[in-house]
């Protein structure tokens, strides 16, 4: 079991910055890919970015690309997400996952969330 808790939402203007955190416990942290992803009301999970077990690959949705930055310190089982440049449709709640697969963008694919952390952008 892995337990996955995020923090570091909240509310911003369009145009600024925001760091999401997710501190992992439970089964060895550096043996999972990380990811990202986002849900609106009424709408499905989407992927946003996720990172490779050792941090040296990482994969970006293409509405996110160059604006987001995913990375994680497995000697603190915490995995980031810098968001830049943000926008009011990057709104949404954003939850961390875990899985043993890499390359993996569906949300079914992926075995432990977190419980999720509101973004707000106004515009």
């Known amino acids: 079991q892995v337990q996955l808790v995020e923090s570091g939402g909240g509310s911003v203007q369009a145009g600024g910055s925001l760091g999401l955190s997710c501190v992992a416990s439970?089964?060895?942290?550096?043996?999972?890919?990380m990811a990202w992803f986002r849900q609106q009301p009424r709408k499905e999970r989407e992927f946003v970015a996720n990172?490779?077990?050792?941090?040296?690959?990482?994969s970006y949705a293409d509405s996110v690309k160059d604006r987001f930055t995913v990375a994680r310190d497995n000697a603190k089982n915490t995995v980031y997400l810098l968001m830049n440049t943000l926008k009011p449709e990057d709104t949404a709640a954003y939850y961390c996952?875990?899985?043993?697969?890499?390359?993996?963008?569906?949300?079914?694919?992926?075995?432990?969330w977190g419980q999720g952390t509101q973004v707000s952008i106004s515009s």
């Open positions: 996952a875990a899985s043993t697969a890499w390359g993996v963008r569906v949300a079914d694919e992926y075995d432990y």
């Open positions: 439970g089964r060895t942290f550096s043996g999972y890919t």
């Open positions: 990172i490779s077990p050792t941090g040296k690959i990482t």
